[in-house]
């Protein structure tokens, strides 16, 4: 099993940017994929952009060429980032981290994002 903490996430102005970190711990040698998600308020969850341990990485079309999605592996740990530019409106939402390996399917609490017109 995996422990992921998010953090970053806070109120920019429209055209602003943000940066979210994901921290995980735990079994990260199972890790496979690892991405972002987000749930605005009264719509479903949607991918934003996920990453694979070969470096491979997909992203929704409504953040192509705005976002960017990394990870760094260190001793014990692998930092999860989404690089956030040219923020609208429409991307604000609660930002959940998710890694999948094997024989799990792990999210993290969550971090706020509200960005103002």
């Known amino acids: 099993q995996v422990h992921l903490v998010e953090s970053g996430g806070g109120l920019v102005q429209a055209g602003g940017s943000l940066r979210l970190s994901c921290a995980v711990s735990g079994t990260i040698s199972r890790i496979n994929d690892m991405g972002w998600y987000r749930q605005a308020p009264g719509k479903q969850s949607e991918l934003v952009a996920t990453?694979?341990?070969?470096?491979?990485?997909?992203?929704a079309d409504s953040v192509k060429g705005r976002f960017t999605i990394s990870r760094d592996n260190a001793k014990n740990m692998v930092y999860l980032y989404l690089q956030m530019n040219s923020l609208r409106p429409e991307d604000t939402a609660v930002y959940f981290c998710?890694?999948?390996?094997?024989?799990?399917?792990?999210w993290g609490q969550g971090t706020q994002v509200t960005v103002s017109s």
């Open positions: 990453i694979t341990n070969g470096g491979r990485t997909n992203y």
């Open positions: 998710n890694c999948r390996g094997f024989g799990f399917n792990s």
